[in-house]
C-alpha cells in the first residue's frame, strides 16, 4: 500500500544500549542478535541516538591501533 505510514511499518526495538557502555558491550549484542543498529538510550530509557556496526568497527580498529 503506497499511502502506509512508516509509524504502521516500523518495530520498536526491545534491544537497546545504555549510552555509558562500552563499545565491547555494543559490538557483542550486534553479534549476538545479529544487529546492524543499535538504538542508545539513557538513564531515562529516552533515545539519545543509534549507533551502527560500522561506526562500532570503525571505533574499535582506531582504539586498537592506538594502543599498539
Not at 505510514?5 to 555494543?26: G, H, V
Not at 553479534?31 to 570503525?58: C, I, Q
Amino acid at each position: 500500500d503506497p499511502n502506509l505510514k512508516l509509524s504502521e511499518l516500523a518495530s520498536i526495538s526491545k534491544i537497546t544500549i545504555y549510552d555509558e557502555n562500552k563499545i565491547d558491550k555494543a559490538m557483542e549484542l550486534c553479534r549476538k542478535y545479529n544487529l546492524l543498529e543499535l538504538p542508545v538510550v539513557d538513564e531515562n530509557d529516552e533515545l539519545v541516538g543509534v549507533v551502527s556496526l560500522n561506526d562500532l568497527l570503525e571505533e574499535y580498529i582506531r582504539l586498537r591501533r592506538s594502543v599498539a
